[in-house]
């Protein structure tokens, strides 16, 4: 690969090595001070430094490590070892003056890193899908196709890729359409359905599901396709001893006017051209632990983020694991189901 890819100067933004780190996918990125290697940043650094410090006005060199790993040219035959016994996906190869003169990728080294996230996955596919309308006047919403499947097939086969192979669907609106569906495909993985005979919210349904999950699992809504490691999201869960995990994605609203802010004596106090304005949100996907669900009341509507609120002011261990922006597709609205499509090569 070239290695002009993976540079980034230490002057740039965390949300701009952030974009980069998505152009990539290549999970770390190098900066080099007057030609020569002097840091390596990576998607973990930047998590870690959201979370302790939450601050997202941050530069690379805040973040970065200045101590980072490499091997000169005459050890390059040694690269794969060297990643492996050190956990790291991408190494500079240096020549004697310090110069970046190719990049090894672990995943080009023909290393395959089975993954084995054996956890249930529970999909909320009851909603009516009102945003979506005229398409939800004939399909559910989970059965809105993005290219040749539904989005719920896209999600489920994403997680099946990480070795989950148990689906909790709960099912309201029209879910004989969706049991047909899916009792008639090939799959490499069972589906059970969780009838909600009357709209419980994005919560309360999960009380049907009492007594039948009795491990951590994955919840999801059915319109949010999350392009992460899962298996990392959930390691992250288990070793924070989160009793609830959120995952959430950065969101960059760039306001294409001139922003004003005007004085107590009516003056002109500051101006900003086109300002952004960057935030964390709710996915929709969570890592939970079992001890939700026997907590929640039955036959109560409910949404899920109060059922968070609510262990949160009992004091329990609430986490978030945040994601880039680009790692996030949700097709609520049909522009947004739109933009899916696109990124997934897939003409409307």
């Not at 919840?219 to 609830?244: A, F, G």
């Not at 009516?266 to 026997?294: A, D, Q, R």
């Not at 949700?330 to 933009?339: L, N, T, V």
């Amino acid at each position: 690969m070239e290695v002009s890819a993976v540079i980034i100067d230490e002057h740039n933004s965390m949300i701009e090595a952030m974009e980069r780190l998505d152009a990539t996918s290549k999970k770390v990125l190098f900066v080099q001070i007057d030609g020569k290697l002097a840091a390596a940043i990576t998607d973990g650094d930047i998590r870690r430094w959201i979370l302790k410090k939450g601050n997202l006005d941050a530069k690379v060199k805040d973040i970065a490590n200045y101590n980072p790993l490499y091997l000169e040219e005459n050890n390059k035959h040694a690269a794969r070892e060297f990643m492996k016994k050190n956990f790291i996906d991408a190494l500079p190869i240096v020549n004697k003056s310090m110069e970046i003169t190719s990049v090894v990728l672990l995943n080009e080294e023909g290393i395959e890193q089975k993954k084995e996230l054996k956890i249930p996955i529970v999909i909320m596919a009851g909603g009516l899908g009102t945003r979506l309308y005229p398409y939800t006047k004939i399909l559910p919403k989970p059965l809105i196709p993005i290219g040749e499947i539904p989005i719920v097939e896209h999600i489920m086969n994403r997680f099946n890729q990480y070795g989950c192979d148990q689906f909790y669907l709960i099912v309201n609106h029209k879910k004989n359409m969706i049991k047909a569906y899916f009792n008639e495909i090939e799959k490499a993985y069972k589906v059970d359905y969780v009838d909600e005979d009357k709209p419980l919210g994005t919560g309360g349904g999960l009380s049907l599901l009492k007594g039948k999950i009795k491990s951590t699992f994955i919840l999801s809504n059915c319109d949010v396709l999350i392009e992460e490691d899962y298996e990392k999201i959930y390691k992250y869960h288990v070793k924070e001893k989160n009793l609830i995990t959120m995952v959430c994605s950065l969101k960059i609203i760039r306001i294409p006017y001139g922003v004003i802010e005007i004085s107590e004596t009516g003056e002109i106090e500051k101006m900003k051209e086109k300002p952004e304005l960057s935030f964390f949100t709710n996915t929709g996907m969570y890592i939970v632990e079992p001890k939700v669900l026997e907590e929640i009341e039955e036959d109560r509507a409910i949404g899920f983020p109060d059922i968070i609120e609510k262990h949160k002011a009992q004091g329990e261990k609430i986490g978030v694991y945040p994601i880039s922006e680009n790692s996030w597709m949700d097709m609520g609205q049909i522009d947004e189901m739109e933009e899916m499509r696109r990124r997934l090569d897939y003409e409307s």
